[in-house]
């Protein structure tokens, strides 16, 4: 079993950044491929990025792509969001999550969860 907790999310200016991190217990996290996605009010969770078991294959959703960059330090059990020129859209709780077997885009896919952590961006 994976426990997952979201930690790095608060209030900045739009074009600031934020990192988040997703710090993991269980021995066997590094079988997980770990996903970010995120829940504005009223919408439904989204895919935001996620890395492979390695760390060698990574995936964004293509709105994203340039902003926000996923990695993984293994041997500190923890996955890190960077998320650059932040805009008011992207406004949600940030969760992470954890899943075995391919296609990560989807979170019913995912196994465990963190608690999430709220990133809001003001205008």
């Known amino acids: 079993q994976v426990q997952l907790a979201e930690s790095g999310g608060g209030l900045v200016q739009a074009g600031g950044s934020l990192r988040l991190s997703c710090a993991a217990s269980g021995r066997t996290f590094s079988t997980y491929t770990i996903g970010w996605f ?12 996620a890395i492979s078991v390695t760390g060698a294959a990574t995936y964004y959703a293509d709105s994203l792509k340039g902003r926000f960059t996923i990695s993984r330090d293994v041997a500190e059990n923890t996955v890190y969001l960077q998320m650059n020129s ?3 859209d992207d406004t949600a709780v940030y969760y992470c999550g954890a899943k075995t077997g391919y296609s990560p885009y989807s979170s019913s896919s995912y196994t465990y969860w963190g608690q999430g952590t709220q990133v809001t961006v003001s205008s």
């Open 38 to 49: 995120r829940q504005a009010p009223g919408k439904e969770r989204e895919f935001v990025a």
């Open 86 to 88: 932040l805009k008011p």
